[in-house]
């Protein structure tokens, strides 16, 4: 276990896993240790001996489960190696570990104290093992199946027997006295049974009547000793985690005391596919954000739980109270434009017979060609028209699947049905009064007044429409339709952190992806807060050179859509401004960044005028002191003997990059195949940036990387003997005879802050945002995914937060801050500490038992 799921490259370093298996285990082993210690004395006759010597009933018990007990610390003991192998790899997290080894010590003496028991009741070792073996596997299955078939109200207590959620916690890191209470009441209760019936067969005639009463004073005991232990007026938690894990950031508490208004934290969570030691964390960062304001109140729902419906439902109500303005405005918005566009369809079907009519007469081919292509058009609006307002139905319709209206939905297809039809319709209306052949003239005329005024209908629903400005209620209904995540209600507004950011799932099976099931909900919740309680909304304005926009969708995913909705759920502006095609879009009103993007393909070797336009723009934005992030692509410009002008804009901020040579990567895809890979997956950023500290230990992948230097290094690729610096990156078949090597780690991102203080970033990748690398992501099943590149979707956020001036807004180290990751560890040391730790270590306890036992038989 600890070589498959812990020591891998990019793996977190936890000892998690290996704790998770032993606690199944220690259920098979303690047993063995108990089986004959009472059981196989009785048989062999020893017993009596052992029951004459001066030592009472109390002290036999004692002395069989020290011995048994301090057995089973001798097996843990053996796994030790394991952790001083992950230290050289990683900073191993000694508190949880400490706490790991110490859940796993209760519940071994748990076992040990019920196999004891059992040994003294039979003088079969076989039957002591099996029963005790059964017993536990049954309790631990038992819980896991009963709470789907038992009214809710008994649920918590079949959950509070769970040996398995039990030892979860201390796997995690979290020691809780409650669980504590929990092992050492079943140790004592075991115990004292023990010594009764290890007393019975001193004396027989012992009533089994007045044992079994005092058996059911002790059940009663235990339960009343463990119902006292849950209160939260008497339960203690630790903290035993070295990186603080489960403790409140300095940061979060100071802004927790200066919220005197109530807010809500809910997080959406279906239970069935969640990982039941990361129900816990959640828990318990839950309830210390409780513990930290008495104004903040906090819920866990399963959308999927038909209990959790009420609560459910109470959820949807606050979002509609608290938006109830916005909901009543865009309802009203949207019901105009569908009478509207209603009207227009009318227009459009006895509109099309004129038309037609017109064509009839016409005296040119292109006047008749134009009339009949009007009149097809208005023809199959009139006719399925209807589907567009079909569309519009469903995105406002109210369901379980959807519980709030799709305002955002609903108004962009209203805004592009009527914003296209105004503008045409004004251009018919232009066309049917200009220069007409004399046969139809004076009927264009005549109507061209009717083309006029539903243009002008149609651009008032439009702009109507438009003034509705960004629906928040309609953002937080499409992120709700997707079932999970955190939704925070602050007295003023509300946001929803989706659960890929949150709690992203394993996905079983693919081994070129490590997932974190670490909860990373502290720094991300109150960095969603802090959004929630300014007013300052940044706006963020991509600039590039391509013809159509990158906001919108495209069919090959080339595309900033998914940028554009992760940042508009952060509460950013976003804007796009092609500097060829129109000008400098208005950004007044907040802290602006502006995130450049590069050409996709250039045309030959020369700068056309549209790539031209946007260095030029880039230029004056440098100039001006405007925060900017410039993301480049390799260039074949210097091959030729010319010079690359980004390489000159880069040098404005005070930084340098090669955009000849990109960082490829020789990999094994089959026996005797390798391939180049030209873009770079990346576990560890290796700085010291608060934007490195954020993205830390989130896989990126950046295509087409090349090297940046100067400034402060946000990511940096570890150098390999299967890396390279290649310089023919654009040949399918490269000479791996004709590599560059590098020895140190390269940098291929920067941040710099040049002319007195403004903020720059410069990203050695073109395509790393886009909507096909940053938004990539495979199936857990049904509806669930997990993102394969968080990091990518981190470090667009962390760093328009950091170039907005707003540090406090940045996850300080979601996963990098709680948690250390496998580095530096070859596929030659992976094979040896395998074969050492798999073959070694129980070839060296065997030859220890070996030793012994031929040194016990010479003597």
């Known amino acids: 276990m600890f070589v498959s799921n812990v020591l891998d490259i990019g793996a ?113 070792q076989t039957v002591a093992y099996l029963v005790t073996t059964f017993f536990w596997l049954t309790i631990s299955l038992a819980t896991k199946v009963l709470p789907a078939y038992v009214p809710t109200k008994y649920a918590d207590f079949i959950f509070a027997i769970d040996p398995d959620l039990r030892t979860a916690e201390f796997a995690i890191g979290l020691i809780d006295t409650a669980n504590i209470v929990f092992f050492l009441s079943i140790i004592l209760a075991g115990g004292w049974i023990l010594v009764v019936a290890i007393e019975r067969t001193r004396r027989p005639l012992t009533s089994i009547w007045n044992i079994i009463a005092c058996v059911f004073l002790l059940i009663l005991s235990l339960v009343a000793i463990n119902d006292v232990s849950m209160s939260e007026h008497v339960r203690l938690r630790f903290d035993a985690t070295g990186s603080r894990a489960y403790t409140l950031s300095d940061q979060t508490t100071h802004f927790l005391d200066t919220i005197h208004e109530p807010w809500q934290i809910v997080v959406l969570l279906d239970e069935s596919t969640a990982d039941r030691a990361m129900l816990k964390q959640i828990d318990e960062v839950l309830r210390r954000y409780k513990e930290g304001s008495s104004f903040i109140t906090v819920h866990r729902i399963n959308p999927s739980d038909p209990s959790a419906l009420q609560s459910y439902d109470a959820l949807v109500r606050d979002l509609i109270e608290l938006y109830g303005e916005e909901l009543t405005n865009a309802e009203r918005a949207i019901h105009s434009g569908i009478e509207t566009f209603k009207t227009f369809m009318t227009f459009a079907s006895s509109t099309s017979v004129w038309a037609e009519s017109v064509a009839a007469i016409a005296s040119t081919p292109q006047e008749e060609e134009t009339l009949r292509t009007l009149t097809n058009a208005l023809a199959l609006l009139g006719n399925e028209g209807g589907q567009i307002l079909d569309e519009v139905a469903k995105a406002m319709q109210v369901d379980g699947s959807q519980p709030l209206p799709q305002l955002t939905y609903a108004r962009d297809i209203l805004v592009a049905a009527t914003g296209r039809w105004s503008q045409e319709l004004a251009e018919v209306g232009w066309w049917l009064q200009h220069d007409r052949s004399e046969s139809i003239s004076s009927i264009c005329s005549s109507e061209a007044s009717a083309f006029e005024k539903m243009a002008i209908t149609l651009a008032q629903a439009d702009d109507s429409l438009r003034r509705l400005g960004a629906l928040e209620l309609g953002q937080l209904a499409a992120q709700l339709s997707m079932g999970e995540g955190a939704v925070i209600l602050s007295p003023t507004r509300a946001t929803m952190i989706p659960a890929s950011v949150l709690f992203p799932k394993t996905v079983g099976g693919n081994q070129s992806v490590s997932f974190d099931q ?113 993301n480049l692509q390799p ?80 990511i940096m690729i570890e150098p390999s003997e299967d890396r390279w610096l290649e310089d023919d990156w654009d040949i399918e078949l490269l ?28 990203v050695g990748s073109g395509g790393w945002m886009l909507t096909w690398a940053a938004d990539r992501a495979v199936s857990l099943g049904g509806s669930q995914v997990a993102m394969i590149n968080p990091g990518n979707s981190e470090l667009l956020l962390a760093a328009v937060e950091w170039l907005s001036g707003l540090d406090d807004w940045i996850a300080a180290g979601p996963i990098g801050k709680q948690s250390s990751r496998v580095s530096g560890l070859s596929r030659t040391a992976y094979l040896l500490w395998a074969a050492i730790l798999i073959l070694g270590v129980p070839s060296s306890l065997l030859g220890a038992t070996a030793f012994i036992s031929i040194r016990r038989h010479s003597q």
Not at 54 to 63: D, L, M, Q, R, W
Not at 741 to 749: I, R, Y
């Open 518 to 630: 670490r909860f990373r909900g502290e720094h991300i919740i109150s960095s969603a807060m802090r959004s929630l309680n300014t007013n300052i909304q940044p706006t963020v304005v991509f600039v590039h050179s391509e013809e159509d926009s990158l906001l919108r969708r495209r069919t090959n995913n080339i595309d900033l859509w998914a940028a554009r909705g992760l940042l508009e759920t952060s509460r950013f502006h976003v804007k796009e401004w092609i500097p060829f095609a129109g000008p400098r879009p208005d950004t007044s009103g907040g802290p602006t960044v502006w995130v450049v993007i590069p050409p996709f393909t250039r045309t030959g070797w020369e700068i056309s005028q549209r790539e031209q336009a946007l260095i030029d723009a880039v230029r004056v934005l440098i100039v001006g002191n405007e925060p900017i992030m410039l």
């Open 735 to 762: 000479d791996i005879a004709s590599e560059i090597a590098f020895t140190v780690p390269l940098p291929v991102a920067a941040a710099t802050e040049h002319h007195e203080g403004v903020r720059a970033i410069v």
């Open 12 to 124: 977190v370093a936890t000892m998690r896993p290996m704790f998770d298996l032993a606690a199944w285990l220690l259920l098979l082993l303690c047993p063995a240790i108990t089986m004959r210690l009472i059981a196989e004395e009785r048989r062999i006759g020893t017993w009596e001996v052992l029951l004459a010597f001066p030592v009472g009933s109390f002290g036999i018990a004692k002395g069989k489960f020290i011995a048994a007990w301090f057995s089973l610390a001798i097996v843990l003991t053996t796994t030790f190696p394991l952790v001083l192998v992950l230290e050289i790899y990683a900073d191993v997290d000694y508190g949880a570990v400490a706490s790991g080894y110490l859940g796993l010590m209760l519940l071994g003496g748990s076992v040990i104290a019920t196999g004891l028991v059992v040994s003294a009741l039979t003088t079969s």
């Open 635 to 714: 260039s074949l410009l210097s091959r030729y003997g010319q010079k690359d002008p980004w390489v000159a804009l880069v040098q404005l901020v005070g930084l340098s990059v090669d955009t000849q040579r990109v960082i490829v990567e020789q990999v094994a895809v089959g026996p005797n195949q390798l391939d180049v890979q030209r873009g770079q997956l990346i576990n560890q950023t290796h700085g010291s940036h608060i934007i490195s500290r954020a993205i830390g230990g989130k896989q990126i992948f950046l295509p087409l990387p090349i090297p940046v230097q100067g400034g402060d290094p946000l």
